[in-house]
């Protein structure tokens, strides 16, 4: 069974930093690209960084290159994404999934975690 389990979200002032980890299970992590989306109310899905199984390639959407930073630790089957700069307009709640074509998540959704951007 495909679990996520996202977690260090939080209230953080614009300009500050965050950084929120997924730990994946039920799947052979080391061979899969992950992920990480964010939802706000109302709105779909939009995929905000990407990573390949052995870390070589990364993409990011143009909202937040230059501020984000997606990685992997294949030995604790755990993604993260480091938030920077961040903005009120980063608030949302964030999930990562795995992925075979790129923006097309693989499994169901776990709880997601959510980040807050606000002085």
């Known amino acids: 069974q495909v679990q996520f389990v996202e977690s260090g979200g939080g209230l953080v002032q614009p300009g500050g930093s965050l950084r929120v980890s997924c730990l994946a299970s039920?799947?052979?992590?080391?061979?899969?690209?992950m992920s990480w989306y964010r939802q706000t109310p109302g709105k779909e899905r939009e995929l905000v960084a990407d990573?390949?199984?052995?870390?070589?390639?990364?993409n990011y959407a143009d909202s937040v290159k230059g501020r984000f930073t997606i990685s992997r630790d294949n030995a604790k089957n755990t993604v993260y994404l480091q938030m920077n700069s961040l903005k009120p307009e980063d608030t949302a709640r964030y999930y990562c999934n795995g992925r075979l074509l790129l923006g097309v998540p693989l499994y169901s959704w776990g709880q997601g975690t959510q980040v807050t951007v606000s002085s």
């Open positions: 039920g799947f052979t992590f080391s061979r899969v690209a």
């Open positions: 990573i390949t199984s052995t870390s070589a390639i990364t």
